[in-house]
T-cell receptor, first 111, second 111 residues
Framework: KQEVTQIPAALSVPEGENLVLNCSFTDSAIYNLQWFRQDPGKGLTSLLLIQSSQREQTSGRLNASLDKSSGRSTLYIAASQPGDSATYLCAVNDYGQNFVFGPGTRLSVLP | DAGITQSPRYKITETGRQVTLMCHQTWSHSYMFWYRQDLGHGLRLIYYSAAADITDKGEVPDGYVVSRSKTENFPLTLESATRSQTSVYFC??????????FGPGTRLTVL
C-alpha cells in the first residue's frame, strides 16, 4: 500500500527566503505526482504536476523535482512571500488513478 | 460558472438520515473523485469514476454510495449518516494522467 509522508510538518520563515518542502512515497511505481496548496477553509489549488517520466517542473517561483527511484519529490519556493502562507500537499497517483495524499506541510511566511 | 462546484457548502444532519452531496464539473473531464478530509487522517479517497456509469472504490468507501449517469455530475450519498462521517468532503475531476482540480468542499456535520 502506497504511503506518502511530508517533512517538515510545519515551517516558519521570514519573507524573502528560499525554501524546500519534501514529499516521500514508498512505492516508486507511480504515474505522476501533483503538488497542491490549501488555504484555511478552502479547497485545494493545483500548483504543479510531474509525470513519472519527468525530472522537474517549473511555474513562476515554484520548482518541483521528482526522483522516482528514491521515492522523493521536493517543492522549491523562491523568494517566499506572505501570500505563500498555506498548507502544501503532495499527492501520488498510481496507474489506477488512485491518488494518495501526504499529510501536508503548513508554511508560514512572516513579513 | 465554469469549473467544479459542490452543493451544499454546509450541511447539518442527524444520525440515520440520508444525505446527498452534489458535484458538478463543466470541463467534461472523464475522471471524478470524492475525498474526505479529517484532522489526523488527511485527504482520503472515497470513490472515483472513470466515466459515466463506471465507478470504483477508494480507500474508505463504507457507508457511501455514488452514481454517475452523466459525465458532469457525480453525487455522493450517505445512506444512513453516522457521526464518524462528520468531515469536509471534496470533489475533484481530471483527465487521465493530468492535473486534478478540486471543488470548494462541503462541510458536513452529523449530530
Amino acid at each position: 500500500k502506497q504511503e506518502v509522508t511530508q517533512i517538515p510538518a510545519a515551517l516558519s520563515v521570514p519573507e524573502g527566503e528560499n525554501l524546500v518542502l519534501n514529499c516521500s512515497f514508498t512505492d516508486s511505481a507511480i504515474y505522476n505526482l501533483q503538488w497542491f496548496r490549501q488555504d484555511p477553509g478552502k479547497g485545494l489549488t493545483s500548483l504543479l504536476l510531474i509525470q513519472s517520466s519527468q525530472r522537474e517542473q517549473t511555474s513562476g517561483r515554484l520548482n518541483a523535482s521528482l526522483d522516482k527511484s528514491s521515492g522523493r519529490s521536493t517543492l522549491y519556493i523562491a523568494a517566499s512571500q506572505p501570500g505563500d502562507s498555506a498548507t502544501y500537499l503532495c499527492a501520488v497517483n498510481d496507474y489506477g488513478q488512485n491518488f494518495v495524499f501526504g499529510p501536508g506541510t503548513r508554511l508560514s511566511v512572516l513579513p | 460558472d465554469a469549473g467544479i462546484t459542490q452543493s451544499p457548502r454546509y450541511k447539518i444532519t442527524e444520525t440515520g438520515r440520508q444525505v446527498t452531496l452534489m458535484c458538478h464539473q463543466t470541463w467534461s473531464h472523464s475522471y471524478m473523485f470524492w475525498y474526505r478530509q479529517d484532522l489526523g487522517h488527511g485527504l482520503r479517497l472515497i470513490y472515483y469514476s472513470a466515466a459515466a456509469d463506471i465507478t470504483d472504490k477508494g480507500e474508505v468507501p463504507d457507508g457511501y454510495v455514488v452514481s454517475r449517469s452523466k459525465t458532469e455530475n457525480f453525487p455522493l450519498t450517505l445512506e444512513s449518516a453516522t457521526r464518524s462521517q462528520t468531515s469536509v468532503y471534496f470533489c475533484a475531476s481530471s483527465e487521465r494522467g493530468n492535473e486534478q482540480f478540486f471543488g470548494p468542499g462541503t462541510r458536513l456535520t452529523v449530530l
